[in-house]
T-cell receptor, first 114, second 117 residues
Framework: KNQVEQSPQSLIILEGKNCTLQ??????????LRWYKQDTGRGPVSLTI?????NTKSNGRYTATLDADTKQSSLHITASQLSDSASYIC?????????????FGSGTRLSIRP | EPEVTQTPSHQVTQMGQEVILRCVPI?????FYWYRQILGQKVEFLVS????????KSEIFDDQFSVERPDGSNFTLKIRSTKLEDSAMYFC???????????????FGDGTRLSIL
């Protein structure tokens, strides 16, 4: 069964600290993995997109990693800011056949405290 | 920066009524999507649309749902006879390429909150 699991479910850190969010998936065949940021009441915003051959992708203070062998991804946020408070969603796309799927994780709710 | 816009932001409808949710994708995008997010749950893929036809749909997207691109700008989701369980946030998204196959980002609207009474 295609699944995307994220941990932790929620996280509170102090402003300026770093954090890492985890995503494990069992989607097959793998096509790509995306991390989104979703502010409360808003639509998701794309942070990074990685295909099978990519191990790491950065977007400013956000760095995503992908281990296709272990089917794990992480999103590292450095020097957190109050505006980073949001839900971070991992999305994995299964490829190429007519039964392809786009599977969303439940998200990690990140709260940055001053 | 161009945005995906959705209207209305909140729709309240009686059970059994038809509802149409509207989206204006980014103008040069070719692929269009609808997702839903029931309160407290994951975002779920509903349907993707390309070249004036459905390219993929999920199990959720049954005969009660339909999509249309009636003109060059709007992309609509119609629910023919709404049920209580259709209450959710509905997100529209667009991209220049196919989400599952390439590296083009999806751009999401801010959603329509649909409440079925």
């Amino acid at each position: 069964k295609n699944q995307v699991e994220q941990s932790p479910q929620s996280l509170i850190i102090l402003e300026g600290k770093n954090c890492t969010l985890q995503c494990n998936y069992t989607v097959s065949p793998f096509s790509n993995l995306r991390w989104y940021k979703q502010d409360t009441g808003r639509g998701p915003v794309s942070l990074t997109i990685m295909t099978f051959s990519e191990n790491t992708k950065s977007n400013g203070r956000y760095t995503a990693t992908l281990d296709a062998d272990t089917k794990q991804s992480s999103l590292h946020i450095t020097a957190s800011q109050l505006s980073d408070s949001a839900s971070y969603i991992c999305v994995v796309s299964a490829g190429y056949s007519s039964a392809s799927k786009i599977i969303f994780g439940s998200g990690t709710r990140l709260s940055i405290r001053p | 920066e161009p945005e995906v816009t959705q209207t209305p932001s909140h729709q309240v409808t009686q059970m059994g009524q038809e509802v149409i949710l509207r989206c204006v994708p980014i103008s040069n995008h070719l692929y269009f999507y609808w997702y839903r997010q029931i309160l407290g749950q994951k975002v779920e893929f509903l349907v993707s649309f390309y070249n004036n036809e459905i390219s993929e749909k999920s199990e959720i997207f049954d005969d009660q749902f339909s999509v249309e691109r009636p003109d060059g700008s709007n992309f609509t989701l119609k629910i023919r006879s709404t049920k209580l369980e259709d209450s959710a946030m509905y997100f529209c998204a667009s991209s220049t390429g196919v989400v599952r196959q390439n590296n083009q980002p999806q751009h999401f609207g801010d959603g329509t909150r649909l409440s079925i009474l």
